[in-house]
């Protein structure tokens, strides 16, 4: 069935260097995909999104991309701060339906 | 602005006990989800409601009751709760894409 997953469980990255995380999902119709954040004792926080239209979407120290080719997201965090700590979920969603599907989660570590 | 809340945040209760968690959104949106997040399970849909008066089955609804009667309250009933059902629980509301999250409700059944 549907399915969106992480490549990863656990990342750790010295302060100042960048990040990657890693998404699979395996449903080509889906249409819009979102990266969150979630700290701890706290509501996934939305990070970022991108549409099926688009392969490269950039933030805030933050950049989404997509291949559909290989139904891959990624997102890349520059220049990880100690605030960066957290576990970070991507998900997808079906085009013309309005449920997200989410991945497993990746913990995100930072070391000074 | 508050957004969106989850009322209680914290709640025990014992096994067989009926329980509500209460989800309360400020933004007006159509859309409104529940999900409970286990570890190792990540998040997962447990009802979802496209507007008042209209909720559907997500992925694990056994166990749960909803209900919508206004656009901004959605409701989340464990009938009679189990051990199983112990989770953190989140409420979202949503635009037409993005979903916005509740702080959760740890819910520990005893």
């Known amino acids: 069935g549907e399915s969106v997953g992480l490549h990863l469980p656990t990342l750790s990255v010295q302060e100042g260097d960048n990040s990657i995380i890693n998404c699979a999902y395996s449903?080509?119709?889906?249409?819009?995909f979102i990266w969150y954040k979630q700290e701890s004792g706290k509501g996934p926080q939305f990070i970022i999104d991108?549409?099926?239209?688009?392969d490269k979407r950039q933030g805030q120290r933050v950049t989404v991309l997509l291949n559909k080719t290989v139904k891959h997201l990624s997102l890349q965090i520059a220049a990880t701060q100690p605030g960066d700590s957290a576990v970070y979920f991507c998900?997808?969603?079906?085009?013309?339906?309005?449920?997200?599907?989410f991945g497993q989660g990746t913990r995100l570590t930072i070391n000074p | 602005d508050a957004g969106i809340t989850q009322s209680p945040r914290y709640k025990i209760t014992e096994t067989g006990r009926q329980v509500t968690l209460m989800c309360h959104q400020t933004?007006?949106?159509?859309?409104m989800f529940w999900y409970r997040q286990d570890l190792g399970h990540g998040l997962r849909l447990i009802y979802y409601?496209?507007?008042?008066?209209?909720?559907d089955k997500g992925e694990v609804p056994d166990g749960y009751v909803v209900s919508r009667s206004k656009t901004e309250n959605f409701p989340l009933t464990l009938e009679s709760a189990t051990r199983s059902q112990t989770s953190v629980y989140f409420c979202?509301?949503?635009?037409?894409?993005?979903?916005?999250f509740g702080p959760g409700t740890r819910l520990t059944v005893t």
């Open positions: 449903n080509s119709a889906s249409d819009y």
């Open positions: 991108i549409r099926s239209n688009m």
């Open positions: 998900a997808e969603k079906d085009q013309g339906a309005q449920k997200l599907v």
């Open positions: 409601s496209a507007a008042a008066d209209i909720t």
């Open positions: 933004w007006s949106h159509s859309y």
């Open positions: 979202a509301s949503s635009t037409a894409y993005e979903q916005y």
